[in-house]
């Protein structure tokens, strides 16, 4: 049902500092960067393997990242499961029982569909689901 570790989600504050200690201390190669004005958030994309860590800051003030900073600092934020049919995935999900965050998946980084699932239904993880390519 999930095919792969799609990426793992970093909430960082200052997206310029993170990318520069991302690129030229740890050595991961940057793929881009990108807004996704529907999660108010600027994402920074290394690719490792065939997974990805996305590096997320905030574009408001009171955004989600923002506010999950202010709560529990700088970190892994999110841990994102690629699904083939997410529409299926998440029937199936509220059928067991799974606190679905969204009823219909919405668009994030790249196009792709994506959902989210409460930590609570997975043990303090905060899982999203994402359908599609890279
Ligand atoms: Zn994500």
């Known amino acids: 049902m ?3 570790i799609h990426h793992i989600g970093v909430a ?3 997206l310029d500092d993170a990318v520069r200690r991302y690129e030229e201390e740890l050595g991961f190669h940057l793929e881009g960067r990108e807004k996704v004005e529907s999660e108010e958030v600027e994402v920074a994309i290394f690719q490792v393997g065939e997974s990805r860590i996305e590096l997320l800051q905030s574009t408001q003030p009171d955004g989600i990242i923002s506010r999950f900073i202010e709560k529990r ?3 892994i934020h999110h841990l ?3 699904v083939e ?3 299926r995935e998440l029937t199936e999900l509220k059928a ?3 606190p679905v965050l969204d009823e219909i998946p919405r668009i994030g980084a790249g196009g792709c569909k994506v959902a989210f699932i409460h930590p609570k239904g997975a043990s ?3 899982l999203e689901l994402i359908e599609g390519s890279r």
């Open 124 to 126: 303090g993880v905060l």
């Open 2 to 4: 999930f095919n792969r």
């Open 12 to 14: 960082v504050s200052n």
């Open 96 to 98: 067991r029982g799974s």
């Open 80 to 82: 994102a499961v690629e």
């Open 85 to 87: 049919d997410i529409e």
């Open 73 to 75: 600092g700088e970190g």
